[in-house]
């Protein structure tokens, strides 16, 4: 899917470390999301931006910061994570945020490990 | 909050039709049923959105009851290549309830 790109693709790192995971949507869409997706768990929606704004924040720890500078790019920053934080994160993007009636086309995703 | 029950794993065989069928008793008369495809290791796909009664595009049909408390999403002919984890998601324009994914079913094709 080329509508959503995420980067890295890999991600390792130590507990201490700070980095960041990048997406963006060539879709001129307004509404972008952040998903966690562990091994053998169902995909847990973390944040939601509609038009830059945060409107969902899902009870995620503060060592995850999102960043939604305009509507085409989102960024996810991290910082003291955790070994239990090692994940596959997706992005996704919608037209608009309508919750479950809107379409969401979802990025590759970055495969995290925390060591 | 209109939570879905999907079976957890089925088998076919390839050129078979195959039918899944998502439980959602609870909902809600402004809620959409929506169903994605997912592969190991990527981002989920879409596959149909309906409403009611009977949706059709180039890869699957939905079909919808009257009393909507299910959904069936039909795949003709399956492939190797349909193995995948297939969700279910029931929600509105209205917040993020219908953004709860599950833990959806996983098709396995078999030669």
């Known amino acids: 899917e080329t509508g959503v790109t995420q980067t890295p693709r890999h991600l390792v790192m130590g507990m201490t470390n700070k980095k960041s995971l990048k997406c963006e949507q060539h879709l001129g869409h307004n509404a972008m999301y952040w998903y966690k997706q562990s091994a053998k768990k169902p995909l847990e929606l973390m944040f939601v931006y509609s038009l830059e704004e945060r409107v969902e924040n899902n009870s995620v720890p503060s060592r995850f910061s999102p960043e939604c500078p305009n509507s085409s790019h989102l960024f996810l920053h991290l910082h003291t994570l955790q070994p239990e934080d090692s994940a596959l994160y997706l992005c996704a993007s919608s037209q608009d945020y309508r919750g479950g009636a809107d379409t969401q086309y979802f990025g590759p995703g970055t495969r995290l490990t925390v060591l | 909050l209109a939570k879905t029950t999907q079976p957890i794993s089925m088998d076919s065989y390839e050129g078979q039709e195959v039918n899944i069928t998502c439980s959602h008793n609870n909902i809600a008369t402004n809620d959409y049923i929506t169903w994605y495809q997912q592969f190991p290791s990527q981002g989920p796909r879409f596959i149909i959105q309906g409403y009611k009664t009977k949706v059709t595009n180039e890869v699957a049909s939905l079909f919808i009851p009257a009393d909507r408390k299910s959904s069936t999403l039909s795949l003709p002919r399956v492939s190797l290549s349909d193995t995948a984890v297939y969700y279910c998601?029931?929600?509105?324009?209205?917040?993020?309830?219908?953004?709860?994914f599950g833990k959806g079913t996983h098709l396995i094709i078999q030669p």
């Open positions: 998601l029931v929600g509105d324009r209205g917040g993020a309830d219908g953004l709860t």
